[in-house]
């Protein structure tokens, strides 16, 4: 695992760590600044997302740790730094309820002994006007006039807008800004115009997304059968991975939440490969 430091983090000298304690925040006023922000309680989402503070501390942040996934490393290598808040997109509760046992007593038990809070945000986070995992990545790749699109419960998971190159050059560019493999299924034209985008894990989507009339479709994953049905259905199908496509909005939500509250801020990088 790496981590990645902000540059505000940068700023501070190692000889002052011992002054951390003096950037501190009620927890209750973050929470309550993210609940908002997110629209947490207007946003549907996933049973097993259960969005929102996950868990809670004394009280206190001191410092923001960002991470994709609540797994049982990111929250170890985040304990190891003592009492904070950890904001991720994918919480502790995806497979349910179950037994405090095993790993995920070993999840809370490392958290709560090292007051570590955990906040998650998953489709709240993907959509967010700035701070989302899409408006991010459809800046990045250099989408013109990016409009939300793909209506789910009154809710629109993606962005859909212009973009004027090749194929080959917008799969080299979202490799470039997702650091790592592409997968392409050419099922369209060469030159590109308009592009659709729901980062994660949308590839199952891709006849709907056809059937709105870009010609290309970027996400993060998708299974087997997206390939054969995006050449079937005449749009270009770009995957660059569910991890590599969603660490953007838990990285400009720690960056827009650290500077509100005057707080350092790092990301826990553990990418899956997938």
């Known amino acids: ?19 951390y304690s003096s950037f501190m925040s009620p927890l209750a006023d973050l929470v309550s600044f993210l609940d908002c922000e997110l629209r947490i309680a207007e946003i549907p989402d996933y049973p097993g997302a259960v969005n929102g503070l996950q868990l809670a501390n ?17 929250i170890e290598a985040a304990a190891a730094g003592g009492p904070g808040l950890l904001i991720v997109h994918h919480g502790m509760f995806w497979q349910g309820v179950r037994p405090v046992t095993g790993p ?45 699109f793909f209506d789910w419960k009154e809710v629109f998971l993606g962005l859909r807008g212009s973009w004027n190159g090749s194929r080959d050059h917008l799969a080299a560019l979202l490799g470039q800004t997702v650091g790592g493999r592409v997968h392409v299924c050419p099922g369209g034209p060469e030159e590109i115009s308009s592009i659709g985008l729901i980062t994660g894990g949308a590839g199952s989507e891709v006849a709907k997304v056809a059937a709105s ?12 059968w997206s390939h054969p049905l995006a ?3 005449g749009i270009n199908l770009l995957l660059g991975g569910h991890y590599a496509t969603e660490t953007f909005g838990v990285k400009a939500l720690a960056h827009a939440l650290a500077a509100k509250f005057g707080l350092p801020w790092e990301f826990l990088d553990q990418p899956s490969g997938l």
């Open 1 to 19: 695992m790496t981590v990645e430091v902000c540059p505000a983090l940068e700023l501070l000298s190692l000889a002052a760590e011992h002054r």
């Open 213 to 224: 009339g870009v010609d290309t479709f970027i996400s993060g994953e998708g299974p087997h």
């Open 104 to 148: 995920f007593y070993r999840k809370l038990k490392t958290a709560m002994e090292a007051g570590l809070a955990i906040y998650s945000a998953h489709l709240p986070l993907d959509v967010h006007p700035l701070w989302g995992n899409n408006i991010q990545l459809a800046k990045a790749i250099g989408m013109i006039d990016p409009q939300p």
């Open 58 to 74: 004394e009280g206190k942040v001191q410092r923001i740790i960002a991470a994709v996934d609540a797994s049982l490393p990111v």
């Open 231 to 233: 050449l079937e259905l």
